[in-house]
C-alpha cells in the first residue's frame, strides 16, 4: 500500500488520504500521530511544521520504518506501523523522521544526519535518540505469524 497525506490538509480536522484509502483504525491512529506532530511542533519552535511537511506510506515489504526526504518534505513510514501493535513505535518513527526535517532546516544539510542537532529535536520531544530500530527480528515481528497445518 502505497499513498500520501497532505499535512496541509490536516491542520484542525481529520487527515484526507489523498491517493489510497485507509482502514478506520488506521485513520485513528494517525489522527493521534498528526496530534503529536503538531505538540512537537511546538516544543521545536516551528508551528508551520504540520503544514509543511507531507507524509506518504513505503511498501509494505521495504525494510525501512521510516524516511525523511528534505527534498519533497515528505516523511515516508512503513504502512505495517500502522497496526495496533506498534503505535508507540509509529509515534517514535515519526519523531525520528521529524526531527530530522528540523534539523536540516534548522542546521543545513551537511549536518551528521543523526549527530547532536538530530539528537536535541528527538530528546526535546522526549525520546532517546535511537539509530537502526529497524532490526531484522522487529522487521519479523510485522510478519504475519506462519499457518500451521491443520489435523484432520
Not at 498528526?34 to 521545536?44: G, H, K, M, T
Not at 497496526?83 to 530530522?100: F, G, I, N, Q, S
Not at 549536518?111 to 530500530?133: K, N, S
Request: proline share 11%; charged share 25%; hydrophobic share 35%.
Amino acid at each position: 500500500m502505497e499513498g500520501s497525506i497532505s499535512l496541509t490538509e490536516t491542520i484542525g480536522k481529520p487527515p484526507i488520504p489523498i491517493s489510497s484509502p485507509l482502514k478506520p483504525d488506521w485513520k485513528d491512529r494517525l489522527d493521534r500521530a498528526f496530534d503529536q506532530l503538531r505538540q512537537w511542533s511546538l516544543i521545536w519552535g516551528y508551528s508551520l511544521l504540520p503544514r509543511t511537511l507531507n507524509l506518504e506510506f513505503l511498501p509494505e515489504d521495504s525494510p525501512d520504518l521510516g524516511q525523511c526526504q528534505w527534498d519533497t518534505q515528505t516523511i515516508r513510514l512503513n504502512p505495517k506501523l500502522l497496526l495496533p501493535e506498534h503505535e508507540d513505535l509509529l509515534l517514535e518513527t515519526l519523531c525520528h523522521e521529524a526531527a530530522h526535517w528540523m534539523a536540516f532546516r534548522r542546521h543545513g544539510l551537511g549536518i551528521d544526519p543523526h549527530g547532536p542537532e538530530w539528537q536535541g529535536f528527538m530528546r526535546q520531544a522526549g525520546y532517546e535518540p535511537r539509530v537502526g530500530l529497524a532490526t531484522d527480528s522487529m522487521m519479523k515481528s510485522f510478519d504475519p505469524p506462519p499457518s500451521r497445518p491443520t489435523l484432520n
